[in-house]
């Protein structure tokens, strides 16, 4: 009986069937892999340009502020928070062509010179300045750190490598750490080195002395002159810091609310200033620290700047970063004394 040969067609068929549906599934998966990356290259590219855009806007937001600044300058010879410069600007929006909103930002304008400047202690030559460490020592004690960190202080701004007394601490010392490093014998650049001096406390004391003392202090350049607290500026804390009384510093801050000191002589009369202090306390100020933040869709920048005003001189940007700089945390204050809390 003959066999029949004839082959069967159905297996073949569904190979096919099945070997079309690997393909299908094969481009699909590539497109989808190739869909995705298109998107994300779009959407990089749209972060790149909210965030030139942003750059843009707070370089725009800083000339604005060194306008208003060499504009105040112009109106009066002192500084105070009464006026236009020290609003806070909440935040707003930012429009483009037809009032659409594209973004937002704020900002803040702080004086530098209502704190003491640490880089007064030393002079052009890099030499110390005796009535300075004594100021400095004041400030120090304010915070309720031990005096003797004033000494640290003074071993890392003078130039040579010679202990002030037995609580200073030169390269020696620092060289000695798990992490060594050398003692900058130079200006401070920023307030945040105050972590790398000595200072001989527990960790979490340390800490929070240190934030005391960096919301009383700043680190302006070295000049041939002592670098002036604004008395119209500067917190009870920071002037009773420099030597004045609780009277003293309630009258300031009671008086600069509604009728600030326009002239240097003014504040030390009516202040009952002494010769020391006249030394350390003025009415105007050069620095300026612009913290601003602008937000376009996803992007983010954060500028921090700092501003020089010399007088009947263009204003200048002397330092500029675009990161967030937090400012350190002031004293805790007891509100019935308005004296620092005890930690």
């Known amino acids: 009986m003959p066999r029949n040969l004839a082959p069967t067609r159905k297996p073949q068929r569904g190979i096919a069937i099945l070997t079309v549906l690997v393909m299908v599934a094969l ?6 892999v190739i869909f995705a990356r298109q998107s994300r290259a779009v959407r990089q590219q749209d972060n790149y340009q909210s965030l030139e855009r942003a750059w843009q806007y707070a370089l725009s937001l800083e000339q604005f502020v060194g306008m208003e600044l060499q504009r105040d300058a112009k109106s009066n010879q002192y500084d105070a928070l009464n006026e236009g410069w020290a609003t806070v600007l909440p935040s707003l929006p930012i429009e483009e062509g037809s009032g659409v909103k594209v973004g937002e930002f704020s900002g803040k304008l702080e ?19 005796p009535d300075q460490q004594i100021a400095l020592q004041r400030v120090v004690s304010a915070a309720e750190l031990p005096v003797g960190f004033a000494s640290a202080v003074v071993d890392w701004l003078d130039k040579n ?22 003692a900058a014998n130079m200006a401070f650049s920023d307030v945040s080195e105050l972590r790398l001096l000595r200072l001989e406390l527990p960790n979490e004391d340390k800490t929070a002395a240190l934030q005391r003392l960096q919301a009383m202090v700043t680190t ?11 008395a119209n500026t500067a917190s009870a804390e920071v002037l009773k810091a420099l030597g004045l009384s609780s009277q003293q510093a309630e009258l300031i801050l009671s008086e600069r609310e509604t009728d600030p000191y326009e002239t240097a002589q003014d504040l030390a009369d009516k202040a009952s200033l002494t010769s020391e202090q ?45 990161q967030r700089v937090d400012d350190p945390k002031p004293p805790a204050t007891d509100d019935a004394s308005n004296t620092p809390a005890k930690s």
């Open 161 to 182: 490598e010679v202990i002030f007394d037995s609580e200073g601490a030169e390269s020696d010392y620092y060289l000695s750490s798990p992490i060594p490093y050398r």
């Open 111 to 129: 004086d530098l010179q209502g704190r003491y400047n640490l880089n007064n202690v030393i002079n052009e030559e890099g030499l110390l300045r």
């Open 27 to 32: 481009v699909m998966t590539l497109a989808a």
């Open 278 to 322: 006249k030394l350390l306390l003025g009415v105007s100020s050069q620095y300026f620290r612009l913290q601003g933040e602008v937000r376009m869709g996803r992007a983010r920048v954060h500028l921090n700047s700092v501003f020089f005003r010399a007088p009947n001189k263009p204003i200048r940007v002397i330092m500029r970063q675009f």
């Open 220 to 230: 302006l350049p070295v000049q041939a002159t002592v670098t002036t607290v604004n």
